[in-house]
Nanobody, 121 residues
Framework: VQLQASGGGLVQAGGSLRLSCAASGLTFRYVGFGWFRQAPGKEREFVASISWSGSMTYYTDSVKGRFTISRDNAENTVYLQMSSLKPEDTAVYYC???????????????WGQGTQVTVSS
C-alpha cells in the first residue's frame, strides 16, 4: 500500500489549499481514510476522516466549517480542502487508512509521507 500526499505549501492567513492523497495497492473503494497533522513539538492530531462509502465524514472541532474532506473513487484519491487557514493550522499533514469513526492515529494502518502546510500571519 502506498499513500502519496501532496498539495501543501506556504499560504497567508485566510487563504486556501487543497491537499490530495493518492492511494495505490489497495481496494480503494472499501477503505476509510483520515487526515492528521503534526506541528513541531506536538502530538499528531486528528483533522478529518471519511468512510469507505463517503457517506460519513468527521472533523475535529477546530476545522469544522473551514475544511472539507472528500474522495474520488475513480481517481483513488482523497482530498482535504482547507479554507480560511490560520497560523495554528501550520503542520505536516498526513493521510492514512483506517476506520473513519476513529480519531486515534494509532488505529490507522498505512500512512503517507506527509506534506507541509505553513500559514503565515
Amino acid at each position: 500500500v502506498q499513500l502519496q500526499a501532496s498539495g501543501g505549501g506556504l499560504v497567508q492567513a485566510g487563504g486556501s489549499l487543497r491537499l490530495s492523497c493518492a492511494a495505490s495497492g489497495l481496494t480503494f473503494r472499501y477503505v476509510g481514510f483520515g487526515w492528521f497533522r503534526q506541528a513541531p513539538g506536538k502530538e499528531r492530531e486528528f483533522v478529518a476522516s471519511i468512510s469507505w462509502s463517503g457517506s460519513m465524514t468527521y472533523y475535529t472541532d477546530s476545522v469544522k466549517g473551514r475544511f472539507t474532506i472528500s474522495r474520488d473513487n475513480a481517481e483513488n484519491t482523497v482530498y482535504l480542502q482547507m479554507s480560511s487557514l490560520k497560523p495554528e493550522d501550520t503542520a505536516v499533514y498526513y493521510c492514512a487508512t483506517g476506520e473513519a469513526s476513529s480519531t486515534n492515529h494509532r488505529l490507522y494502518g498505512h500512512w503517507g509521507q506527509g506534506t507541509q502546510v505553513t500559514v503565515s500571519s
